[in-house]
């Protein structure tokens, strides 16, 4: 009898976890090659007006590589973070429910 109240449970909350592994993979497969996007437009740029600069004499070719390379830290750093902020959304509260419910012992 208990067996099936906790197997109800789990297929519920397995049933939860799908859903939001299934959004939260949708989510990610458009936003990275939006991200990816940006970050490519934003390189053409930064080497487009470097070259001006560079060209004129007013920024030398390792300030340009250094700032590209800062863009590229970032830009790469931007969609691992989002991949494991979904990764560790919690969709059903069960680590809630279970750091705080009172222990099965009574030690007293």
């Known amino acids: 009898m208990r067996e099936d109240v906790e197997v109800a449970r789990f297929a519920r909350a397995n049933q939860d976890v799908t859903e939001v592994a299934l959004s939260s993979g949708r989510l990610m ?3 990275f090659p939006i991200v990816m ?12 007006f470097g070259a001006f600069r560079i060209e004129d004499g007013s920024m030398q070719v390792g300030t340009l590589i250094a700032f590209l390379s800062y863009l590229m830290q970032i830009g790469c750093r931007t969609p691992g973070y989002s991949a494991a902020r979904f990764a560790t959304t919690s969709p ?3 680590p809630h429910e279970l750091r705080h419910r ?3 012992v009574d030690d007293s």
């Open 29 to 31: 497969a458009l936003m």
């Open 37 to 48: 996007l940006v970050l490519n437009v934003s390189s053409v740029a930064v080497i487009w």
């Open 92 to 94: 059903t509260g069960r």
């Open 102 to 104: 009172p222990p099965p």
